[in-house]
């Protein structure tokens, strides 16, 4: 490969170009700005591999698929996508979030690390292989989303009506980052998610809370329905709610016990004297990775301005966020919670679906994981960590599983790339070694 | 009196006048509307009564005080406001809100019932008497604050510095209202209140929820301490909490049973099947007028805005109410509050204090009581409903109990006078009954 690696450093600018341009364009999706445009370079890159290339309608922000045809029709897919988080708030950050800044080897950019860095590198990968060896050793297909920031939510609808544009043998998911150690890290499946809001109401009207003795507060109501639902040692009470739950296996537990968490930096950074339940070591990797969490993402009822008012609130609601591990499943998971709710008296309180996406996992043995191992360990001179799961979500189950595709995270982040916040960033150097990685994981992986 | 009753009905248009134009200034605290001029306007009117009059300047608005001195020094004060609650929301309104249109034998404004009605009656009731009999039998007093819809905050600092000016034997508090049955209702007490905000902080800043499988959650934690607080059965299991509540006296127990509470109309009004653990009848009046509450006036954490976002939130704050009766101490409840949330883990919940009122009652058997419910029973012809106590709250304590003086609640509203609401209204025939009623308790009680 050091044919390719000797391309790719002698053109890095080049490719920290490509990166750069696309990072300039706040294609914000939430606030649907600059989406068209940042498309439009996803297509104009992809033109530059020679390869088959369309704008695919949807009934939310179009999907930039790419396919480019190599020796054999084994083919390797590239999930990413081309739309970011919103930049705020601003004050935070030292440098411009949409300018592609290059300070202490670092680029800092909204999206650079999730997931525009990914992304170009990946289509540089296929450029300098195709530049030093003219042709792949198998197919190719880029699925670049535009919502993956705003739930994916017209995804699946995409996947449906194109199953074969989706079809491949295997796929690189969009995320990845490299340890505090310096090794990569590889995961293997996401968690899924059953976000729900709950509604409880009482009189018709907010009243005044001398009545609170005779009328009943709907606030009330629902902190006792929650309190039902989770105790205090973080047990979701919901019954049946663990049972599709899988025993992890053997190679499970050696990877958690492999995988390295700083835990002493993360509490200093967080200003926290301890874990959950006061967790560690592998017990709290454990947690993180392979069990389902019931968390309140919101919650509010009554006045909630500054001082007081005494009021009796005529409503209360919760956002609930449920994540699930293989096999649980988001339909199953919200019909316990109605009957739950119900067996506890609480029928009246409504429950609003807000976003079910289902666990995602790929075997720890599977050709594709495999290759990315062995390249990693190749290219970087160390193993690389394994996560059989990821602790977040995705729709990794709609795009490959569903399909029988296993899926792989590997990436160009690093562990303080702070994705989603101010100065978000990658390295240069992971960037290039990235590229690096990619061009090696298409050569063997078309062997395996 | 029918001297003195006669001159009232003749009169009538002027004291109809004299609410109107008090009632045309929008003296809205919260929103410093007003105030000067409404203040000014009551000192005209005492200055109608050949009175002592003034401003007394406190921290916050002013409170008009007036003394006409009558055949004995025996004193019966008043206690009024001049300020009213804001009149949003306007599109409910049928009239506007400050004209004091009279429609259907009603006039409708804010503040016309909650209290300027009571407020004019009073001084209608000392003019009258005034102009038939030249002298009063006793001296009155009036203390008329600006600051009692925003919680009354300088008016202990004002009864603390001016002693001498709220000296009084029996004091007649401001508000009163018309049962449903047509009988005045007389009430001697009114609750206490420990308003307190909880504050619980997780980690210093927000998070993505997939970390909610091993960082606390404040929303979770403040959740768990609330259910610690009140059962579903609405027992406080605040140690102590009740130890101080007294048994109620004979006398109480008949007045509860003589009450009367529309319990249909109350249910239908608000579109519920039933009231609070489905109590009814005297039950319901005990627990209205007698149980302590703990009421959740407003709660927030996290995301509250539209759709769906996984945060993990790093604070928690809940508002709640303590309504206390006799004799609970409000500072005491605070502190046991602490010591319960200690002991429950709960150290690192912050409580701020944002209002603490004592409770306060004046005993069923006294001069002024006794006074009033036999001028009403002769005005009216039927025995008034007597209450031990009212389910609200207010500064009784302050300006009466802890000087010994004894109060009590007689006034010109109705049970559907929409104190707080649009469309607040009294009956013209009310206020005109209420000036005949306070000028016979202004003759009786000189003699008792």
Redesign the interface.
């Known amino acids: 490969m050091q044919d390719i690696y000797s391309y790719i450093d002698e053109n890095k600018e080049v490719y920290i170009q490509w990166l750069r341009e696309l990072c300039q364009i706040p294609s914000v999706a939430a606030q649907n700005r600059g989406m068209e445009e940042a498309a439009n370079k996803v297509i104009s890159y992809l033109k530059e591999l020679n390869g088959e290339t369309k704008l695919v309608q949807t009934s939310g922000f179009p999907v930039v698929y790419g396919k480019i045809n190599g020796k054999i029709s084994k083919t390797l897919s590239f999930y990413n996508h081309y739309d970011v988080q919103p930049e705020d708030p601003n004050d935070l950050w030292d440098y411009p979030a949409f300018e592609g800044v290059i300070d202490g080897g670092k680029m800092f950019a909204r999206g650079v690390a999730d997931n525009k860095g990914n992304l170009v590198a990946r289509l540089a990968a296929v450029h300098a292989y195709q530049q030093v060896r003219k042709e792949l050793p198998l197919t190719v297909k880029f699925i670049v989303e535009g919502e993956e920031e705003i ?1 994916s939510i017209h995804l699946e609808e995409f996947s449906e009506v194109h199953q074969d544009l989706i079809k491949a043998d295997g796929c690189i998911w969009e995320f990845g980052y490299r340890n505090a150690d310096g090794r990569q890290q590889i995961s293997l499946g996401v ?1 899924g ?1 059953a ?1 729900v ?1 709950l509604v409880c109401k ?4 907010d ?11 709907p ?2 109501k629902l ?2 329905a ?2 039902s639902i ?1 105790d ?1 040692f973080e047990h979701v009470k919901i019954e049946g709610f663990y049972d599709d739950v899988l025993n992890l296996t053997e190679e499970e537990n050696v990877a958690i016990q492999q995988l390295i968490y700083s835990e002493e930096e993360m509490l200093a950074g ?3 004297n301890s ?2 339940l006061d ?1 560690k070591g592998n017990q ?1 990797k454990e ?3 392979f ?1 389902p ?1 019931c ?11 500054e ?7 005529s409503e ?2 919760v ?1 609930l ?1 449920f ?1 699930l591990v293989p096999n649980q499943d988001p339909h199953k998971i919200v019909s316990l919670l109605r009957k739950h709710l119900d067996k506890h008296g609480h029928q009246d309180i409504e429950i609003i679906e ?2 079910l996406e289902k666990p995602a996992k790929t075997p720890l043995k599977n050709p594709l994981a495999e290759s990315i191992i062995k390249s990693s360990k190749e290219l970087t001179g160390m193993d690389p960590t394994v996560m059989p799961m ?4 995705g729709p990794m189950y709609i795009l490959c599983q569903k399909y029988g595709i296993p899926s792989v995270s590997v990436g160009v982040g690093h562990f303080e790339s702070n994705n ?1 916040a101010p100065n978000e960033n990658i390295f240069i150097e992971d960037f290039i070694e990235g590229i690096k990685l990619i061009s090696t994981v298409i050569d063997d992986y078309a062997n395996r």
């Open positions: 739930g968690k998610m976000y809001e009482g009189a018709n009207t009243m005044h809370s001398a009545n609170a003795a005779v009328i009943e507060n606030a009330w902190l006792w929650l309190n989770k205090q967080l200003e926290l874990f959950l967790v709290l947690r993180l990775i069990h969490t968390n309140i993402c919101g919650i509010t009822s009554g006045y909630t301005g001082g007081s008012k005494t009021v009796l609130p209360a609601r956002k966020d994540r807000m976003g990821s602790p977040g979500t989603h």
